[in-house]
Nanobody
Framework: QVQLVESGGGSVQAGDSLRLSCAAS????????MGWFRQAPGKERGFVAR????????YYADSVKGRFTISRDSAKNTVDLQMNSLKPEDTAVYYC?????????????????WGQGTQVTVAS
């Protein structure tokens, strides 16, 4: 089992920055990758960014590329999402997720463990 707890959400103005953090506990050594996803009201949960535990390689959704940065701290078992130049369309509940099996994926159903989510609201 892997437990994930997100923190760092809040309400900001367009152009501001926020940093989300995900603390992982449990069998984190078994996780291959960590991802951030988001879900806006009335929309499906979608991919934001992911990082591979072993080598730190990253991948981003086009909508956040150049504005968001995902990073992991293997010693602390944390995964952060630095969000800069926030836009109103970034408003959503943000979820941290862990993928146990090897294989690069941005698909929600291929992630095995999820946090409870943290709200990010960006006002125009």
């Amino acid at each position: 089992q892997v437990q994930l707890v997100e923190s760092g959400g809040g309400s900001v103005q367009a152009g501001d920055s926020l940093r989300l953090s995900c603390a992982a506990s449990g069998r984190t050594f078994g996780s291959y990758a960590m991802g951030w996803f988001r879900q806006a009201p009335g929309k499906e949960r979608g991919f934001v960014a992911r990082v591979i535990w072993s080598d730190g390689s990253t991948y981003y959704a086009d909508s956040v590329k150049g504005r968001f940065t995902i990073s992991r701290d293997s010693a602390k078992n944390t995964v952060d999402l630095q969000m800069n130049s926030l836009k109103p369309e970034d408003t959503a509940v943000y979820y941290c997720a862990a993928k146990v099996r090897r294989g690069i994926s941005s698909v929600v159903s291929e992630y095995d463990y999820w946090g409870q989510g943290t709200q990010v609201t960006v006002a125009s």
